[in-house]
């Protein structure tokens, strides 16, 4: 019989005793919901598949540090989240919106029949990530927490270190940006 797989709590503990295997189980868990997150936040692939392992890197070497204040996903997400910041400063290069349409490549297909449905959501989805590449950096993590991977507010106050309150106004002020730039690019919508 299989034994119930560890809590996050119980494998940090063990990599904390140097367990490798621990935060194996623990890289291996989160590593597509972090490349993910940070492939909207990022806007491209190779970026995104950089600063994951720039986060796990840190997320091994700082797992001393971990305290159970939040919880271990929390604190993965705000290192992914301070790295992708330190990655862009880096490159400080601006992006067109036809640059992220480039660089976004093929979104994954809806379950609709018919090519004309695919090819409508494809559009969709494009101009919707075109959209929220021209956002500012703030505005771009409060949405992709929020709308795309379904943190509450307190897991986003807790991952990028602000209070519930200005979660709230900052995420009102992203979602009215976003519209004005679906506007921008949809105007017969």
């Known amino acids: 019989m299989n034994s119930p797989p560890l809590q996050d709590a119980e494998l940090v503990e063990a990599a904390q005793q140097g367990d490798r295997d621990a935060f194996g189980v623990l890289v291996e868990r989160y590593q597509d919901r972090i490349y993910n997150m940070l492939l909207r936040v990022l806007g491209g692939r190779e ?31 705000r290192i992914a989240m301070n790295r992708a910041l330190s990655h862009r400063r880096r490159r400080r290069v601006g992006m067109s919106i036809e640059d992220a349409k480039q660089q976004w490549g093929k979104e994954p297909m809806s379950h609709q029949p018919g090519p004309e449905s695919r090819l409508i959501e494809n559009e969709r989805a494009a101009l919707l990530q075109s959209a929220l590449a021209t956002l500012g950096e703030q505005h ?44 921008e690019l949809m105007p017969d919508a």
């Not at 995104?48 to 392992?53: N, S, Y």
């Open 47 to 77: 970026d995104a598949l950089d600063v994951v392992q720039e986060a796990f890197v840190q997320a091994f070497v700082k797992v001393d540090t971990f305290r159970e204040e939040a919880k271990f996903s929390t604190w993965l997400y």
């Open 140 to 183: 771009r993590q409060l949405l992709v927490l929020r709308e795309m991977e379904r943190c509450s507010y307190e897991q986003i106050a807790g991952i990028l270190e602000l209070p519930m309150g200005t979660v709230r106004s900052r995420l009102f002020r992203a979602r009215m940006q976003l519209k004005e730039r679906l506007r």
